[in-house]
């Protein structure tokens, strides 16, 4: 009989948990199938920012929707806005899924779907709303010095607004809504929204929405609802896409990638602790959490401040390169942050609110990193302990004298000590050179060292302090005959 080892039997129940855990990583998180003899209804959540993660929810939610054969999908609504070609990609795939309805609902009370998701409820073949939620506020706006202003650019309005009007007709909705939320950036509430015909439904929860929507014909589909006996299934995310959610929020995207040049800047500084490693590791998940799509010139300001901060690290003194290192961080940062349409449609008060979520942990991390650097160059310009010890005072705990060695204490240390000179109890003394453990003392001070070592011994000189000092030298020397 063959034997199996401990060792390998272990081996192999480790690599059997890890093919598990990556299967399972694979897998969406939902409930159970429907009962025989109901209808199964999906209900995938967007919430908050609409990112390619939110796309790529979409699209599992699709394909589990067409494998169990889903009589509905119910997309509950609850963001501020998001991605425009994410927001585009998302209304395509609800207006060419020809044989599932799609439901879009703005819940619970308080929600709001603006901007892109006013986009993505008007693409929807039902739209309800629940009371007390609101949708609207499509215009696009950019963040200035002085406040937010809304884009005046025919070429990005009338896209939108065609866009916008587009959905409506194709679901039989009131068209003149698109002008009004785009250029006049309207908000309605649940009752203004089906007073105006923007919204079919008016509901208090899902039981609600799905009683109210049984028996409809949806208006571009066809299709006959039959919500005589639902099965409500919440279909979750991945785990995989639940980590595509979290880390392609903009501001912790955006953190995260600050973060990381910080990481790669204290790492290069200070080698040894593997701070580089991790700043790559969050460079690379703020890129992708960003979606690839970063201004170019955040990206050039992000590179110049590493540059400059790497060039200050390896100056003499802390000046005016690192300071430009941060500043160019800091606007960095500003161009990171998603203001600028068309590719990001967001309403105006959650654009302030990113960009001061961007710019306050920037501000701290900026500021921790140039006390950090301080230290570190500090540290670094200090002589060593043994070469700063010549020249330093000291008091005798003894009487010193020819032939007669006695205790010093220096620094709190007590030193054996000789000198050629009577030395007196408690008399200040001046360390000479140093032997061994042996110091050699004396009442007066070492004679002063030539004016380029005293130079070379000054650590907080900045370099033009020292340019100034050489050229006062070169005209001395240029003098001479």
């Not at 709303?129 to 309005?157: L, R």
């Not at 002008?179 to 203004?192: E, I, K, P, T, Y």
């Not at 170019?296 to 992000?302: G, M």
């Amino acid at each position: 009989m063959m034997r199996v080892s401990p060792g390998a039997s272990r081996r192999c129940l480790l690599l059997l948990l890890a093919v598990l855990s990556l299967s399972f990583l694979a897998l969406p998180l939902g409930s159970a199938q429907a009962q025989v003899g109901s209808q199964l209804v999906i209900q995938a959540d967007i919430e908050g920012t609409i990112t390619f993660a939110t796309l790529e929810h979409f699209k599992e939610v699709l394909d589990i929707a067409r494998r169990d054969q889903a009589d509905a999908i119910i997309l509950r609504l609850n963001t501020p806005g998001g991605g425009l070609a994410e927001t585009l990609e998302i209304t395509e795939l609800i207006l060419t899924e020809v044989d599932i309805p799609i439901i879009g609902y703005v819940h619970p009370s308080g929600a709001s779907a603006a901007s892109a998701g006013t986009m993505i409820l008007m693409a929807t073949d039902l739209a309800a709303m629940t009371p007390a939620t609101t949708i609207g506020s499509v215009q696009p706006v950019i963040i200035t010095a002085t406040g937010s202003e809304p884009v005046t650019d025919n070429k990005t309005i009338n896209f939108l607004v065609e866009k916008i009007e587009s959905h409506l007709a194709a679901h039989g909705r009131n068209e003149s809504l698109a002008n009004a939320f785009v250029r006049d950036n309207l908000n309605l509430n649940s009752d203004g929204a089906l007073e105006a015909g923007a919204i079919e439904i008016v509901a208090d929860d899902v039981d609600d929405l799905l009683a109210q929507a049984d028996g409809l014909e949806t208006y571009y589909k066809g299709i006959r609802l039959d919500f005589s006996n639902p099965s409500v299934r919440v279909q979750g995310p991945s785990l995989r896409l639940q980590f595509l959610l979290v880390i392609t929020d903009p501001v912790l995207a955006s953190i995260i990638l600050l973060l990381g040049i910080y990481g790669v800047i204290f790492g290069i500084s200070t080698p040894g602790h593997g701070a580089e490693i991790l700043g790559t590791i969050g460079i690379a998940l703020g890129i992708i959490g960003l979606g690839f799509n970063v201004n170019l010139v955040a990206i050039f300001l992000l590179g110049l401040g590493v540059a400059l901060l790497i060039v200050e690290i390896a100056t003499p003194s802390f000046g005016i390169i690192g300071a430009g290192g941060i500043i160019s961080i800091i606007l960095g940062t500003i161009f990171l942050a998603p203001i600028s349409p068309p590719t990001f449609l967001i309403t105006p008060e959650q654009q302030l609110q990113i960009l001061i979520l961007l710019l306050i942990p920037t501000a701290v991390m900026g500021v921790f990193l140039l006390f950090a650097l301080y230290k570190v160059l500090q540290a670094r310009r200090e002589k060593p302990y043994l070469q700063q010890i010549i020249g330093g005072k000291a008091e005798a705990t003894e009487p010193i004298g020819p032939g007669k060695r006695g205790y010093v204490r220096y620094d709190g240390e007590l030193w054996r000590a000789v000198s050629e000179e009577e030395i007196k109890e408690e008399e200040e003394v001046y360390i000479l050179k140093r032997d061994g453990t042996v110091l050699t003392v004396s009442k007066e001070p070492p004679a002063p060292s030539s004016e380029e070592e005293r130079e070379a011994r000054r650590p907080t000189e900045n370099p033009l302090a020292r340019w100034i000092s050489s050229l006062r030298r070169s005209g001395r020397q240029g003098g001479k005959p």
